[in-house]
């Protein structure tokens, strides 16, 4: 998209920002920009810029409103830190930068404006990328970035511009994990992964935390689905942990650009050996961990508090993040986990033990097979886990003690390129609506068992498959529609076409064995 499509005024610049492809437009001419530099160092060069648009946006918007009623306050930072707008130094505003664009020393001056920032914004420190002077950094290519970036909702203030900005961040961060392949899947999971867990939990208030957040696309679902709901942003409180310190950047700058306030932690060592929210009880749990860790340093931590339902093995963390997360639950609280699907049946290194001990205990209260070329990282099949403290927490929710809800969405999603799929709105609509009328939500709907798609099983039920919790045990195979025809009728139909078909094959055999033998090729 060039600058100047970006940057019409009125009517048309709104309508265009806000129709689907308006992003994938932007990202294109992006990508272009790029030329021969990798998609994971790119995507700071790019993200970072992004970043500095949004908040220098919101300070002159800020800015604005208070030079119309006070000139001193214009110019006092608490008046924004108290309105969650980080304050900007002059020689860090956008304007500035844009009207420098072309100049060689442009890298130099975006280093000095971000940490200005970082330097006025303690929540910022150490957060944002400092490394565009560094020679190897095409300057013309940064100075077409910034013209590029400077149309992204140039005529929009407020609200509107806030939810540009980061619509735009968002799906940048999407196709920058497309392109790093299985490194990208580090930091993203797929939005509409997302959407299922965020939609079946329906975290409208209470804190949310996830103890491996990547660059936090779980809260950004969840502060999406609070304001489609009518609910406040300020009703829900973010937690979470990350190990990986670039990531965690990402993290912040992500949530930053969205508004939404966080208290997201880092250490290298990562949430089972330092758990840095360690007396944390989060009403919401979302996690994407990575699947099937062998190297998690589990011989360390045998004798830890949080293996209430036995030590995980050494070889294999899935069960230690079940049991993590777990521990983390709030008395009536509920978290989504996608895992690998052989955390379903595994029964190696005591894993068996482990998930006979979680139902007993009826902590699972719903699991979700999803189809296969979901994920940027892996083609390695994946499941949802959903825990529950509290089978029975009352508000107007039905006694699901001794059930376990399975759904088999294995045959959902469609292709979106060769090698990667997505679930539909619809068909993640129709996953929650399926656990809100199970769970006997207000207005939810009766709850049926559907062949092939839906089941809600007894732990005794559960118990005689050896406590394996894949969905297909469970919901059987789809029902065949009924054509009408009776049984009888139908096999009488399909024998005497069966004969005649085995007739016509043996005058076929016999016409064939006849020109054999005329050309000479007869036994």
Same mark, same amino acid.
């Given at each position: 998209m060039a600058k100047n499509d970006t940057a019409k005024s009125g009517n048309g610049a709104t309508e265009k920002k806000n129709q689907l492809g308006f992003e994938a437009e932007l990202f294109k001419t992006a990508d272009k920009l790029r030329g021969n530099m990798e998609p994971s160092d790119y995507k700071h060069v790019a993200l970072g810029l992004i970043f500095?648009?949004?908040?220098?946006?919101?300070?002159?918007?800020?800015?604005?409103?208070?030079?119309?009623?006070?000139?001193?306050?214009?110019e006092d930072k608490d008046e924004y830190l108290a309105d969650n707008v980080f304050?900007? =130094?002059?020689?860090?505003r956008w304007s500035h930068l844009q009207a420098n664009a072309k100049l060689p020393s442009i890298g130099t001056l975006i280093d000095d404006a971000m940490r200005a920032i970082e330097k006025d914004n303690e929540s910022l420190k150490g957060v944002l990328p400092k490394d565009y002077a560094r020679p190897?950094? #095409?300057?013309?290519?940064?100075?077409?970035?910034?013209?590029l970036i400077s149309g992204i909702a140039l005529n929009e203030e407020g609200d509107q511009?806030?939810?540009?900005?980061?619509?735009?961040?968002?799906?940048?961060?999407?196709?920058?994990?497309?392109?790093?392949?299985?490194?990208?899947?580090?930091?993203?999971?797929?939005?509409?992964?997302?959407?299922?867990?965020?939609?079946?939990?329906?975290?409208?208030?209470?804190?949310?935390?996830?103890p491996c957040c990547g660059s936090g696309g779980m809260f950004v679902q969840s502060e999406k689905f609070v304001k489609e709901h009518g609910g406040r942003i300020g009703d829900i409180a973010v937690y979470g942990q990350e190990s990986n310190y670039t990531t965690w950047?990402?993290?912040?700058?992500?949530?930053?650009?969205?508004?939404?306030?966080?208290?997201?932690?880092?250490? #290298?060592?990562?949430?089972?050996?330092?758990?840095?929210?360690?007396?944390?009880?989060?009403?919401?749990?979302?996690? #994407?961990? =990575?699947?099937?860790?062998?190297?998690?340093?589990?011989?360390?931590?045998?004798?830890?508090?949080?293996?209430?339902?036995?030590?995980?093995?050494?070889? #294999?963390?899935?069960?230690?993040?079940?049991?993590?997360?777990?521990?983390?639950?709030? =008395?009536?609280?509920t978290a989504g986990v996608v895992l690998a699907n052989g955390s379903m049946s595994s029964n190696q290194s005591g894993e068996g033990?482990?998930?006979?001990?979680?139902?007993?205990?009826?902590?699972?209260?719903?699991?979700?097979?999803?189809p296969g070329q979901l994920f940027y990282s892996t083609q390695i099949p994946a499941c949802l886990w959903f825990l529950a403290r509290n089978k029975n927490p009352g508000n107007d929710l039905r006694?699901?003690?001794?059930?376990?809800?399975?759904?088999d969405a294995r045959k959902m999603g469609q292709l979106v390129d060769r090698t990667r799929r997505e679930l539909t709105d619809a068909e993640v609509q129709k996953i929650a609506d399926t656990y809100h009328a199970w769970r006997g939500e207000k207005n939810a709907g009766e709850y049926a068992d559907v062949a092939g798609f839906c089941k809600s099983a007894t732990l005794e039920e559960i118990a005689k498959h050896g406590?394996?919790?894949?969905?297909?045990?469970?919901?059987?195979?789809?029902?065949?529609?009924?054509?009408?025809? =009776?049984?009888?009728?139908?096999?009488?139909?399909?024998?005497?076409?069966?004969?005649?078909?085995?007739?016509?094959?043996a005058k076929l055999d016999a016409a064939i064995e006849a020109n054999l033998k005329a050309l000479g090729y007869a036994e």
């Amino acid at each position: 998209m060039a600058k100047n499509d970006t940057a019409k005024s009125g009517n048309g610049a709104t309508e265009k920002k806000n129709q689907l492809g308006f992003e994938a437009e932007l990202f294109k001419t992006a990508d272009k920009l790029r030329g021969n530099m990798e998609p994971s160092d790119y995507k700071h060069v790019a993200l970072g810029l992004i970043f500095l648009k949004y908040i220098s946006d919101a300070f002159e918007a800020k800015h604005k409103a208070l030079l119309a009623e006070d000139f001193q306050a214009a110019e006092d930072k608490d008046e924004y830190l108290a309105d969650n707008v980080f304050w900007v =130094p002059k020689e860090a505003r956008w304007s500035h930068l844009q009207a420098n664009a072309k100049l060689p020393s442009i890298g130099t001056l975006i280093d000095d404006a971000m940490r200005a920032i970082e330097k006025d914004n303690e929540s910022l420190k150490g957060v944002l990328p400092k490394d565009y002077a560094r020679p190897a950094l #095409n300057k013309v290519m940064l100075g077409e970035l910034i013209d590029l970036i400077s149309g992204i909702a140039l005529n929009e203030e407020g609200d509107q511009s806030k939810d540009i900005l980061g619509r735009v961040y968002e799906y940048f961060l999407g196709q920058f994990a497309g392109a790093e392949g299985k490194r990208g899947g580090e930091f993203y999971t797929p939005r509409s992964v997302v959407r299922v867990m965020v939609e079946m939990l329906e975290p409208y208030s209470g804190r949310i935390y996830d103890p491996c957040c990547g660059s936090g696309g779980m809260f950004v679902q969840s502060e999406k689905f609070v304001k489609e709901h009518g609910g406040r942003i300020g009703d829900i409180a973010v937690y979470g942990q990350e190990s990986n310190y670039t990531t965690w950047r990402l993290a912040k700058m992500n949530l930053a650009v969205r508004g939404i306030d966080s208290d997201i932690r880092w250490n #290298n060592e990562g949430s089972f050996h330092k758990n840095e929210l360690r007396d944390l009880k989060a009403d919401y749990i979302l996690a #994407n961990p =990575p699947f099937n860790i062998s190297d998690w340093g589990g011989d360390r931590l045998r004798e830890d508090v949080r293996w209430k339902f036995g030590a995980p093995p050494t070889g #294999n963390a899935n069960y230690a993040w079940l049991q993590h997360i777990y521990h983390h639950l709030a =008395p009536n609280g509920t978290a989504g986990v996608v895992l690998a699907n052989g955390s379903m049946s595994s029964n190696q290194s005591g894993e068996g033990d482990i998930r006979k001990a979680m139902l007993e205990a009826d902590t699972v209260d719903c699991m979700v097979a999803l189809p296969g070329q979901l994920f940027y990282s892996t083609q390695i099949p994946a499941c949802l886990w959903f825990l529950a403290r509290n089978k029975n927490p009352g508000n107007d929710l039905r006694d699901r003690r001794g059930q376990v809800l399975f759904i088999d969405a294995r045959k959902m999603g469609q292709l979106v390129d060769r090698t990667r799929r997505e679930l539909t709105d619809a068909e993640v609509q129709k996953i929650a609506d399926t656990y809100h009328a199970w769970r006997g939500e207000k207005n939810a709907g009766e709850y049926a068992d559907v062949a092939g798609f839906c089941k809600s099983a007894t732990l005794e039920e559960i118990a005689k498959h050896g406590h394996v919790l894949t969905p297909g045990r469970y919901v059987g195979a789809a029902d065949v529609a009924d054509d009408g025809e =009776p049984f009888e009728e139908k096999m009488a139909r399909l024998s005497k076409q069966w004969r005649e078909q085995r007739q016509q094959a043996a005058k076929l055999d016999a016409a064939i064995e006849a020109n054999l033998k005329a050309l000479g090729y007869a036994e």
